[in-house]
């Protein structure tokens, strides 16, 4: 393991704000590249202002998501404050954008416009619909794309409203995919020189996990459903409620099926013709699960977890959030990090999730108060102390 980060000297231009951009940018800055977000006045990132919860005037939304970077803002609808992100760009190798389609290209910011000064940069654009088609004009949100790209009419219980993931997983899996196109891009510029301009879209972000049920659809025409924890394709493999709370069971393949039956002392069920192979205990879902709800309520969470552990089956707790960060796996894998912020004090964030044997990625610095290296940047490009004056008194920087 060495000092050096792998992203370490790739400077990134971050023009995003609130989730999907962010995490784009979060994962660069994980694993060295220098991130600047340029912030806009009068607050800044409107996630500063999403919570409850603050901290110490903090928001803990914009903490979790923006560690690793610097801040500087900047007033895009000034022409001084245009030229300044015209120049970072110039220098820069990378540029992140989710601003609403078109807004930047009349800013003479768009991807044609910077190609111009930079042919080497890697522009990203995440949006709701992609810059192509007839909706790339159209603002796009988590919820509206979790809708649109099937996730809520198969998640949550049959006959349920519809549901949508807990979490924001179109605008996660849009910056991850951005992440990925990104490093993609710059891969190909180091062989070839030149950069390009990266594409994704929440849409995009959540149709691209429904591998399961678009199989389904796509072989046999059939609409799918919300199974609530049930697998589409094998069973047992869900929830099962006890005694005194739930388990998860994923006695998916044949042997796993069979160890399921001994540990819970049913092995009469393995020979039984109703479950016998996978496409049986299918063709008799409804069985299976009530004859083994019917077992595992008998007795404790704990009992049952502790029986399968021994019998080679996988299976697990259902946590809260709380009980994520005290379980000693995701200690050990370092998933809960501290970090000191110059505002908030000591904080918690979520740890690194892909680890590096040469070049791990390191937490460097906390989220960045609003423009915080606003001058730090501005002497970078070259700007004197006075001319850093002059820009403020005209409301081009703060």
Request: proline share 6%; with cysteine.
């Amino acid at each position: 393991m060495t000092d050096t980060t792998a992203l370490e000297g790739v400077k990134v231009l971050d023009l995003t704000q609130i989730m999907a951009g962010p995490y784009c940018t979060m994962m660069l800055a994980d694993m060295g590249a220098d991130v600047v977000k340029v912030e806009k006045p009068n607050g800044g990132d409107d996630t500063r202002r999403m919570g409850p919860p603050f901290i110490e005037g903090e928001s803990a939304a914009f903490l979790g998501i923006n560690r690793n970077k610097r801040s500087i803002v900047v007033d895009l609808r000034s022409d001084e404050g245009r030229e300044i992100v015209l120049d970072m760009a110039r220098s820069y190798d990378v540029l992140v954008q989710n601003f609403r389609p078109g807004s930047l290209e009349r800013m003479g910011l768009g991807y044609d416009q910077v190609r111009e000064l930079n042919p080497s940069m890697v522009y990203c654009t995440i949006s709701g619909f992609g810059v192509t088609g007839p909706y790339a004009r159209r603002g796009g949100f988590d919820l509206v794309t979790q809708g649109m790209s099937g996730l809520m009419s198969v998640t949550g219980h049959p006959d349920s409203p519809p549901t949508k993931v807990g979490v924001p997983l179109c605008d996660l899996n849009a910056g991850m995919f951005a992440a990925i196109g990104i490093l993609t891009a710059y891969i190909n510029r180091l062989r070839t020189g030149q950069g390009q301009h990266v594409d994704t879209s929440l849409l995009e972000g959540g149709i691209a996990y429904t591998f399961w049920e678009s199989a389904m659809y796509f072989a046999t025409g059939e609409v799918p459903g919300p199974k609530g924890s049930a697998h589409r394709l094998t069973a047992p493999y869900q929830a099962f409620e006890t005694s005194d709370g739930y388990v998860n069971i994923g006695a998916a393949n044949q042997a796993n099926w069979e160890r399921l039956c001994t540990a819970i002392e049913r092995d009469e069920l393995v020979s039984d013709p109703r479950f016998a192979e996978p496409r049986d205990r299918m063709n008799n879902l409804d069985e299976l699960i009530a004859t083994l709800e019917r077992t595992f309520s008998q007795k404790s969470s704990e009992y049952w977890l502790d029986a399968l552990e021994a019998a080679g089956v996988p299976a697990g707790p259902i946590y809260d959030i709380q009980q994520v960060y005290d379980d000693p796996q995701v200690r050990a894998r370092e998933m809960v990090v501290e970090t000191d912020h110059p505002v908030a004090g000591r904080t918690s964030n979520i740890g690194i999730p892909v680890k590096l044997s040469d070049t791990p990625g390191r937490f460097r610095k906390p989220a960045p108060t609003l423009g915080q290296h606003t001058d730090e940047v501005l002497r970078e490009l070259g700007r004197s102390a006075d001319e850093i004056a002059i820009l403020r008194s005209h409301g081009a920087v703060a």
